[in-house]
């Protein structure tokens, strides 16, 4: 009798022969049969049968053989990989089982891993084992530094990956804040906790220096000509980028000039302290009048600057008189000095 896979040769002299049931794994006895395919069923051997017989076992593939599918999912910080699903199948013995890939968020499959074993015959025993790895999507953090140097990118960053934080930009008139997630600087990326899970961009925020410097020059205009002459510096600070307005003095004689065409009298203070701000003064002006004590008269001088001196009108006349000289006095106590004398005010000589 041959069972096929184990032949047995029985000698039958007198008894009825019931045929046995073999095993072998991963499959069902169907029977025995006289013909290796096709051919009649035969269950005993009957009592008075004569030759050698020889039977054929026919089995059944069974459906329900195990097989294991292991996912393993590349690790954050190597290239190495862990083990992410095991998935406990059945299928028909002998059959080709086809491993079907998981769509993990963050993960692609690897279809080029050296190990990777995505279909196989699915063994009687059970002990298939295919296996299918997932390597992390890479990304890119990009930097604005919103006003800062350029940052480089980082690139090739894991999924779920932690990043380092970049070396810290900097920024004249500003100090630097952080790296924020969103564009509004609300909230702060934690380079300790927060993961990269897709493209991002990181927003540096800056706080304005509030001690910039920045100038206030004050001119005042000459005496005898129109230009203007630097009377005052002021050495100033304020915050980077906010506006500036000068503060006007007080300056006896004089007024400010607000339509002055260097007039410059707000700005925005730049980062690198370079804002000058400008006022302009003009000298007031007055008037001097000559009172000839009943000479002949003498034109009145106008628009006088403060602080000018005046030239000498021409000497009056007065029948039987002798003209002496100007007085800044009624009682004619102190002569105008036209050298020296300075005039700050409206006066009558």
């Not at 089982?97 to 279909?119: L, M, P, Q, V, W």
């Not at 304020?238 to 506006?243: A, L, R, Y």
């Not at 007024?255 to 009298?265: F, G, I, L, V, Y």
Request: glycine residues 6%.
């Amino acid at each position: 009798t041959n069972y096929n896979d184990a032949p047995t040769s029985y000698t039958v002299e007198s008894e009825t022969i019931v045929l046995g049931t073999p095993t072998k794994n991963g499959y069902t006895f169907a029977g025995w049969y006289d013909s290796s395919t096709g051919g009649n069923k035969v269950t005993q051997i009957a009592q008075g049968s004569t030759g050698d017989v020889t039977l054929y076992a026919r089995w059944t593939a069974n459906t329900d053989t195990p097989y294991t599918v292991k996912h393993y999912q590349q690790n954050i910080e190597d290239d190495s990989y862990t083990l992410k699903d095991t998935e406990n199948l059945t299928g028909t013995t002998d059959t080709t089982a086809d491993a079907i890939a998981k769509n993990y968020t963050g993960f692609s499959e690897n279809t080029t891993h050296s190990d990777r074993k995505a279909s196989g015959i699915i063994a009687a025993d059970g002990s298939l084992v295919l296996k299918l790895y997932y390597d992390r999507d890479t990304y890119t953090v990009s930097y604005n530094s919103n006003g800062g140097p350029t940052v480089s990118d980082t690139t090739g960053v894991r999924y779920e990956a932690t990043i380092a934080e970049p070396d810290e930009p900097e920024r004249l008139g500003y100090t630097f804040d952080s790296w924020y997630k969103d564009a509004g600087l609300n909230t702060a990326w934690d380079f300790v906790a927060d993961k990269v899970t897709a493209d991002i961009t990181l927003y540096a925020k800056w706080t304005a220096n509030i001690d910039t410097p920045y100038t206030v020059k004050h001119y005042q205009q000459n005496i005898k000509d129109d230009n203007y002459t630097l009377k005052d510096t002021e050495n100033l600070t304020g915050t980077t980028d906010t506006t500036a307005t000068a503060t006007a003095k007080d300056y006896t004689g004089f007024s400010e000039n607000t339509t002055h065409s260097d007039r410059k009298a707000s700005g925005v203070i730049a980062a690198d302290g370079s804002l000058i701000l400008s006022l302009y003064y003009d000298r007031n002006t007055y008037t001097v009048n000559f009172n000839s004590n009943s000479g002949s008269p003498v034109s009145d001088m106008t628009g006088v600057r403060f602080e000018a001196t005046i030239a000498e009108p021409d000497e009056p006349d007065r029948e039987g008189y002798t003209f002496a000289s100007w007085y800044k006095d009624a009682g004619l106590n102190t002569a105008w000095d036209f050298v020296a004398d300075k005039v700050t005010a409206d006066i009558t000589l």
